[in-house]
């Protein structure tokens, strides 16, 4: 069993920056592969980063070059920094760990992100 906590959410204005935050448990955090997912109100949950064992990355259409995902596998910690952020982007924001030879997937309970003026 991963437990996951995100933090970092909150509101903020168009145009402006988050950082968020994903602690997990265990002692092989090396060996889980990691990502972020969003759901806003009325649409269905979307993933939104990814960030593989190895250290690569995948992003969404509508996040690229706004948004980097990375990890410190020290810490047992991911994180995603937001920048330019937009009304659309509001959603809760959740991380996901797949860890690595296990078909096991185990979900953060989510941090909210809200963009408005």
């Known amino acids: 069993q991963v437990q996951l906590l995100e933090s970092g959410g909150g509101l903020v204005q168009p145009g402006g920056s988050l950082r968020l935050s994903c602690a997990a448990s265990?002692?092989?955090?090396?060996?889980?592969?990691m990502g972020w997912y969003r759901q806003a109100p009325g649409k269905q949950r979307e993933s939104v980063a990814t960030?593989?064992?190895?250290?690569?990355?995948h992003y969404a259409d509508s996040v690229k070059g706004r948004f980097t995902i990375s990890r410190d596998n020290v810490k047992n910690m991911m994180y995603l920094q937001m920048n330019s952020l937009q009304p659309e982007d509001t959603a809760v924001y959740y991380c996901?760990?797949?860890?690595?030879?296990?078909?096991?997937?185990?979900w953060g309970q989510g941090t909210q992100v809200t963009v408005s003026s």
């Open positions: 996901i760990t797949n860890p690595l030879g296990t078909t096991n997937i185990y």
């Open positions: 265990g002692s092989t955090f090396n060996l889980y592969n």
């Open positions: 960030i593989t064992v190895g250290g690569s990355t």
